[in-house]
């Protein structure tokens, strides 16, 4: 899903060029609602500097990656799921499904999920 100039539309997002539902940011992670929700709580969580995918994470990520967890988990109290539960789901590669390559992290909530996923 990139654009002509090489640029994610979550890299237009996180430079506020398109705009989304913010729920959550600091310095260096942004939480919006996804556009397409697959559930009544559906937020998406990017690294404010651009990592491609989990496939592609190094061991120079390892700090940022510990933060989007960390992030999901701040969403997760903010939108009330820490009770009812909650998933998080990074889809990585084709297989997976993935359609935006910057990775994100999807929290879902508020109903429940089936295992295994499709
Ligand atoms: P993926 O399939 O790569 O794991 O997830 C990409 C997600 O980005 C999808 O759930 C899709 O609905 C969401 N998405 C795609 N374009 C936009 C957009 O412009 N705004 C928002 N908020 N979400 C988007």
Redesign the pocket.
Known sequence: ?SNDEGMT??E??IRRE?P??IVWEDDDVLA???????APV?V?IVPKRAVARLADATEADGALLGKLLLASRQVAEKLDLLKSGYRV???SGPD??????HL?L?VLGKRALAWPPG
């Not at 919006?32 to 697959?38: A, G, H, I, M, S």
């Open positions: 899903m539309i979550f237009k997002i398109i989304a539902e919006f609602r996804d556009v397409n929700p697959q559906h998406l789901v990074i889809n997976a499904g993935e359609s935006v390559p994100h999807h």
